[in-house]
């Protein structure tokens, strides 16, 4: 691990701690209320850290964060859908949803 920091420290980069996972955590939510696909979420991240001079993690983590984060978009999109939306117009967006197959990001 002291030779990775050594590198960092030639190269001019910074490792990846909790205060950058935050603040990847914050674009991440704002990726996801855009509807990105996860794909280009991914890629987003990678430009986001490399611009900020900041280690790349390993891809599980950025993973992980951005599983996350489409996770609380998703329960947050659940939430407001049942807090607008009559019974009537659930049940028919359901059978929209059934006849035309799932919905994909």
Known sequence: MRAVGIILDFYGFK???????????????????????PRLIFDRCIVFLIQRRVQ??????????IRSGLQAR???L??????????NTG???????????????
């Open 74 to 76: 998703k329960v947050e």
């Open 56 to 65: 790349v993690p390993r891809s599980g983590v950025l993973l992980e964060l």
């Open 15 to 37: 490792s990846f701690d909790r205060t950058v996972e935050i603040t990847l955590a914050a674009e991440i939510a704002t990726m996801a209320r855009t509807h990105l696909k």
């Open 91 to 105: 049940v028919n967006l359901l059978r929209y949803s059934h006849i035309n197959g799932p919905w994909y990001y």
């Open 78 to 87: 659940i939430g407001l859908m049942d807090t607008h939306l009559s019974v």
